[in-house]
Nanobody
Framework: QVQLVESGGGMVQPGGSLRLSCTAS????????VSWYRQISGKERELVAH???????PNYADSVKGRFTFSRDNAYTVYLQMNSLKPEDTAVYYC?????????WGQGTQVTVSL
C-alpha cells in the first residue's frame, strides 16, 4: 500500500522545539521530491520547505529560515526539525512527495505553539 504518514506534532510553548517525521511506504522518499507544507485554518496551504529529488540543500520559506531544518534520514523517512517556535507557526503540517509522475500527501499533523 502506498502512503505517506506524518508524526511528531503536538503542543509546545513559544521558543520550544518539535521534530516532525514523514515516512513513506510503497515507494522511496530518497527518490522523490519532498516538501513540507502547513495550513492555518481558513487559509491556503503554505510551502515551508522543499528538497528536489537529487538535491542535497533544502529551500525554506523566509518565515522559517534559520529556525527549521529539513533532513533526510533513510530511504523512507524525512524530518522537519522546528526550533524557536512561534505562535504563528501553529498549523497543520503536511508532507508531500512527488515520485515519478505520482503525487502523495500525508494526512497532516497538528502543531500548536501556545503558552
Amino acid at each position: 500500500q502506498v502512503q505517506l504518514v506524518e508524526s511528531g506534532g503536538g503542543m509546545v510553548q513559544p521558543g520550544g522545539s518539535l521534530r516532525l517525521s514523514c515516512t513513506a511506504s510503497g515507494f522511496m522518499l530518497s527518490s522523490s521530491a519532498v516538501s513540507w507544507y502547513r495550513q492555518i485554518s481558513g487559509k491556503e496551504r503554505e510551502l515551508v520547505a522543499h528538497i528536489t529529488t537529487t538535491g542535497t540543500t533544502p529551500n525554506y520559506a523566509d518565515s522559517v529560515k534559520g529556525r527549521f531544518t529539513f533532513s533526510r534520514d533513510n530511504a523512507y523517512t524525512v524530518y522537519l526539525q522546528m526550533n524557536s517556535l512561534k505562535p504563528e507557526d501553529t498549523a497543520v503540517y503536511y508532507c508531500k512527495a512527488v515520485h515519478w509522475l505520482n503525487t502523495y500527501w500525508g494526512q497532516g499533523t497538528q502543531v500548536t505553539v501556545s503558552l
